[in-house]
């Protein structure tokens, strides 16, 4: 009788962590957003500087940290945006981990945690580079093996990086389509917003998830070609992505539509974080 009252005390006070804890663990994923929001909008911005020939090579996600950390305080910055990134990859291993997150369950809530899994890992080095160069710790000295590389030297690995390669044009496809048919609007609490945030949000995440979308089934193009050619010279990331988009026919056009459009993509992240419907 006592260890069924003592399991039932336990799990009331889990409960009521879990309740005290979710209040903030919104508040982190809120500004994670907006972090996010801010590192696409800076891609976007230098990106189009590269695009116009005003100096500096396109940049992604990851590059944009290590160009802010060298301006005028631009560690301060840095320290902002990886803490807001480390609330953001905090509120993904909630949505992975969270069973109540969403009731239904079988293949589309597997794909869904997955798809939050992955999210996670990406934006969780996003964030440990971002404290990297806040600290003064970056990544100076020789150029270590990239994963695409290790990949090659194995067993399958041209056949996992074209899987690799396939899902990122997967994603980016679904991007689009999101973009296009406006469905990214009910992750938003609409009721709660005034018709000028409405119409941004609406424009931002139009032409931003479009633009987004195009680039990585640009990135998952070269990343097919190189488990096809055995080339890991090929670009593996958003950042070589937009410096080889960059090199095409009409590329500093298409690059300079397509920063604007990251750019655009930012403030919609930025909104997203303001107004989101977040789940816990």
């Known amino acids: 009788m006592l260890n069924v009252e003592a399991e039932k005390n336990v799990k009331a006070q889990a409960k009521k962590t879990s309740h005290e804890l979710k209040p903030w663990i919104k508040k982190f994923a809120r500004a994670g957003f907006m972090a996010k929001g801010t590192v696409y909008f800076l891609a976007g911005v230098l990106s189009l500087f590269a695009a116009c020939g005003m100096g500096g090579d396109a940049k992604g996600t990851s590059g944009v940290l290590g160009s802010v950390v060298s301006r005028p305080y631009g560690e301060v910055i840095v320290w902002i945006i990886a803490m807001g990134l480390a609330g953001y990859v905090m509120w993904l291993f909630f949505q992975v981990i969270n069973k109540q997150s969403k009731p239904k369950h079988g293949l589309k809530d597997i794909l869904r945690r997955i798809g939050y899994a992955i999210s996670c890992g990406i934006y969780a080095g996003l964030a440990v580079k971002a404290f990297s160069l806040a600290v003064?710790?970056?990544?100076?000295?020789?150029?270590?093996?990239?994963?695409?590389?290790?990949?090659?030297?194995?067993?399958?690995?041209?056949?996992?990086?074209?899987?690799?390669?396939?899902?990122?044009?997967?994603?980016?496809?679904?991007?689009?389509?999101?973009?296009?048919?406006?469905?990214?609007?009910?992750?938003?609490?609409?009721?709660?917003?005034?018709?000028?945030?409405?119409?941004?949000?609406?424009?931002?995440?139009?032409?931003?998830?479009?633009?987004?979308?195009?680039?990585?089934?640009?990135?998952?193009?070269?990343?097919?070609?190189?488990?096809?050619?055995?080339?890991?010279?090929?670009?593996?990331?958003?950042?070589?992505?937009?410096?080889?988009?960059?090199h095409q026919p009409y590329g500093p056009w298409i690059l300079g539509i397509i920063s604007i459009g990251l750019a655009i993509y930012g403030i919609y992240e930025i909104m997203k974080g303001k107004n989101k419907h977040i789940v816990i």
């Open 136 to 246: 003064h710790a970056g990544t100076k000295g020789n150029a270590k093996q990239t994963w695409t590389e290790k990949l090659l030297t194995v067993d399958a690995g041209q056949w996992i990086i074209g899987i690799i390669g396939i899902g990122i044009i997967g994603f980016g496809i679904s991007e689009i389509y999101s973009g296009w048919s406006k469905r990214f609007l009910k992750q938003f609490d609409t009721a709660g917003m005034n018709p000028k945030e409405i119409e941004v949000t609406k424009k931002s995440g139009r032409v931003g998830l479009i633009s987004k979308g195009i680039v990585f089934c640009f990135l998952g193009y070269f990343v097919v070609k190189m488990a096809v050619t055995v080339n890991p010279n090929n670009p593996k990331g958003l950042d070589g992505a937009l410096e080889k988009m960059l």
